[in-house]
């Protein structure tokens, strides 16, 4: 029986997808809950802490006292969340996550000045019909430039990507300039991306021809999803990806076991051909029962299975973006225009 079939992408599924498409079944599909992890709360708490500095605090007042100050803000609306109380933090592992969350703010601070950033909206929510595909995403932080054009700004608190996987992350913050230049009819004139460990800045500046790549991209993307749902065909892509997956005990790359699996609910119902019948966020509807007719079962038959994930866009001749990016170590942030760039 096939798989249901996500009733929407965000950036970060599709960067998933490219990494690692058994990685993205088990979270897009089978929505298996992520484990709390105090990293994942720290990135909570100091994106918080970044949207409080830029609205309660005007510029010439955004320093690092006051970005302290909005960060115990952040801690006292978010140790009461769900997500805190799972996680049971100490006094004295408290006391580590604080300091190291202030860390995290100051390498902030070495990326830019934030007085001088123009913040026009922070967290929105955006989403967009792309051939087919309901792509949605919230952006970390939206701005003006000095000429009055769009900035989007998402930060990191994780680990940087090496500069090989560097194209993979910015390409999927790069669909949030595709999500503006939908909803909100303008292109942004750039997307950056603050890791605020290291701290690095990557950023790339949309074009004409990169947001067609991008539409092309997207449509490819969700071919090749559809196409994995109806053969049941994710499969375990090893890599980097692997230290920060929760899903060992699933993953045969891993050891794990797929068939501990429940079956999936949710999203939408393939017909043969691979168009969605209905798109549901809920539970499967009656014809999610056996629907999905002769060929959509038995994954790719006997002959030469064809790929999935990254393999599958690149046979879809979607790899890659056209945008040019830089990879900049703080403080200073600048571009550089790739040769084959766009
Ligand atoms: S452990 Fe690695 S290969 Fe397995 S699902 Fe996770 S990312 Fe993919």
């Known amino acids: 029986m096939a798989l249901p079939l996500p009733g929407s992408l965000t950036p970060s599924k599709v960067a998933t997808f490219k990494e690692c498409a058994l990685a993205f079944r088990l979270s897009a599909i089978d929505r298996l809950p992520e484990a709390p992890s105090e990293a994942a709360f720290k990135g909570t708490v100091v994106h918080r802490a ?14 690092q006292e006051a970005a302290f100050s909005m960060l115990g803000r952040a801690l006292d609306e978010l140790l009461a969340s769900r997500e805190a109380l799972q996680l049971g933090l100490s006094t004295s592992q408290l006391e580590d996550f604080a300091a190291d969350a202030r860390t995290l703010l100051t390498n902030y601070l070495a990326l830019e000045d934030p007085n001088a950033v123009r913040v026009i909206g922070t967290e929105l929510r955006l989403e967009a019909q792309v051939d087919g595909l309901r792509l949605r995403g919230i952006i970390d932080r939206l701005e003006l430039d000095r000429h009055g ?95 920060w997956c929760g899903y060992h005990a699933y993953c045969p790359a891993q050891g794990g076991d797929l068939s501990l699996l429940a079956p999936a609910d949710g999203a939408a119902v393939l017909q043969p051909d691979g168009a969605a019948l209905l798109q549901l966020d809920g539970a499967a509807p009656p014809e999610a029962n056996g629907a999905a007719g002769p060929g959509a079962n038995g994954a790719a038959g006997p002959g030469v ?15 890659g973006l056209a945008a040019g990016s830089a990879r900049v170590p703080g403080p200073a942030l600048s571009l550089v225009e790739e040769p084959s760039g766009r």
Not at 56 to 63: N, V
Not at 175 to 199: D, M
Not at 306 to 319: F, R, S, V
């Open 50 to 63: 970044l949207e409080l500095l830029m609205w309660e605090e005007g510029p010439g007042r955004r320093d």
């Open 149 to 243: 054009q769009l900035v989007v700004t998402d930060y990191k608190t994780g680990r940087a990507p090496s500069a090989g996987q560097e194209q993979a992350r910015l390409g999927g913050v790069n669909f949030y300039a595709l999500l503006c230049q939908e909803v909100l009819g303008r292109r942004p004139a750039r997307v950056q991306l603050f890791h605020l460990r290291e701290p690095l800045a990557i950023s790339s500046e949309p074009s004409d021809q990169s947001i067609t790549s991008l539409r092309l991209q997207a449509s490819a993307i969700w071919a090749a999803v559809k196409r994995a749902c109806l053969r049941e065909d994710f499969r375990p892509r090893p890599g980097p990806l692997c230290d």
């Open 305 to 319: 299975p064809e790929p999935t994930g990254a393999d599958a866009l690149e046979a879809n001749g979607a790899a």
